[in-house]
């Protein structure tokens, strides 16, 4: 007899297990990534926060960092704080989160490793990374905002 829940793979939860199967992908992609970025000593995390902030010449502010982030305030402030330290971002007396040159080499250097760890993950998985954000973001475009 199996361990698994009556209602898994039953067409009554379809939106349980799409929820489910997207949690679990997301996962092992964010895992995958960030083991290959441990090289450069960022996480996949680190890298979306400064390729926002850096998308963004005049910095981001906080609260539109945390919400892009899916992040609290607070939560935006102590994840940026080590990135503050180690030069990355600056954040001057306005409050923005500033990219720093320093932080713009890594993203350059970063953006190679984990777009060959992503691409891995996508041929293992047997995903087509363009249907993904196709069935994700159908009614936007992945570079609008």
């Known amino acids: 007899m199996s361990s698994e829940s009556p209602n898994q793979g039953s067409p009554d939860s379809?939106?349980?297990e799409s929820a489910l199967a997207l949690a679990s992908a997301a996962s092992s992609l964010d895992s995958a990534i960030s083991a290959a970025l441990?090289?450069?000593g960022i996480s996949f995390?680190?890298?979306r926060r400064l390729r926002l902030i850096g998308a963004r010449p005049q910095g981001l502010n906080r609260e539109d960092l945390a919400e892009a982030m899916g992040e609290t305030r607070s939560q935006t402030v102590r994840s940026?704080?080590?990135l503050v330290k180690l030069g990355w971002l600056s954040r001057p007396e306005s409050g923005e989160f500033i990219l720093t040159d320093s932080g713009r080499h890594?993203?350059?250097q970063a953006e190679g490793i984990?777009?060959?760890a992503a691409a891995r993950w996508f041929t293992d998985s047997g995903?087509?990374?363009l249907e993904?954000?196709?069935s994700v973001r159908p009614n936007r475009c992945p570079s609008s905002r």
Request: aromatic share 0%.
């Open 106 to 108: 890594l993203i350059d």
């Open 114 to 116: 984990a777009e060959k």
């Open 80 to 82: 940026s704080g080590p």
């Open 38 to 40: 441990s090289r450069v």
């Open 14 to 16: 379809p939106h349980l």
């Open 132 to 134: 993904v954000i196709a």
């Open 45 to 47: 995390t680190d890298l």
């Open 127 to 129: 995903l087509n990374p």
